[in-house]
């Protein structure tokens, strides 16, 4: 398994552009989520995703879209970029526990996305 | 809703000496507690989870955590650690319930020989 996979790895955009960025899995897992990592603030939440079709907003949700039409793909669209997305983008996706409770998150190797 | 508080941002120490990394949590519902390494321009891993049962759990790599209800906190423990354990360390916490991870801010662990 290739396991969380995530495209591009370096991007460099200008302000007001938009782009997509690509998370897939090979899991079968029914939860994906995009995270943004910034200095000193840890990962915080930006969408999530239960299942195909079903997604809901994180903890910072504001100028990101998402969509789940698939199980394997969950792409993360910046609409019209801004220098405050500048950050480096988490994919992860878990399988709910035996309970039906969350579990472990697998993360991919990240993008670093630069805005200018 | 939940909170995780990581009160150091960094913590050198010398090879073969015992590290603890410190982990605090609020949450007014029942929760999963995490620890998450990363090394330099890597990803997310897993070290452990406490899930449910012992309080006490261990990585593979000589790494344990005990998760203490009462003080509501998760700390990072090993009794002696290598270069190669320079990493950032995560701690995380998610409502049993559903999915949403909260991350600390995060520890630099700095190892020198």
């Known amino acids: 398994n290739a396991g969380v996979t995530q495209t591009p790895k370096f991007q460099v955009l200008k302000t007001g552009q938009s782009m997509t960025l690509q998370c897939a899995q090979d899991?079968?897992?029914?939860?994906m989520s995009w995270y943004r990592q910034d200095p000193g603030m840890g990962l915080r939440l930006i969408h999530y995703?239960?299942?195909?079709?079903?997604?809901d907003q994180g903890e910072v949700p504001n100028g990101y879209n998402v969509s789940r039409s698939t199980t394997e793909d969950f792409p993360l669209r910046l609409l019209s970029a801004a220098p405050s997305q500048t950050s480096v983008y988490f994919c992860a996706s878990s399988n709910p526990d035996y309970s039906g409770n969350t579990d472990t998150q697998y993360f991919g190797p990240g993008t670093r996305l630069t805005v200018l | 809703a939940q909170s995780v508080t990581q009160l150091d941002s960094q913590v050198p120490v010398f090879e073969e000496a015992p590290v603890e990394l410190r982990c605090n949590y609020s949450s007014s519902v029942s929760v999963y507690l995490f620890w998450y390494v990363q090394y330099p321009n890597q990803g997310l891993q897993l070290l452990l989870k406490y899930l449910s049962g012992s309080t006490l759990v261990e990585s593979i790599n000589g790494f344990e955590a005990e998760f203490n209800k009462s003080q509501t906190s998760f700390h990072l423990r090993k009794p002696s650690v290598h270069i190669s354990d320079t990493a950032e360390y995560f701690c995380?916490?998610?409502?049993?319930?559903?999915?949403?991870?909260?991350f600390g801010t995060g520890t630099r662990l700095l190892v020198s020989p």
């Open positions: 995380a916490v998610t409502p049993r319930s559903f999915q949403k991870l909260v």
């Open positions: 899991m079968n897992h029914e939860y």
């Open positions: 995703s239960v299942g195909a079709g079903i997604t």
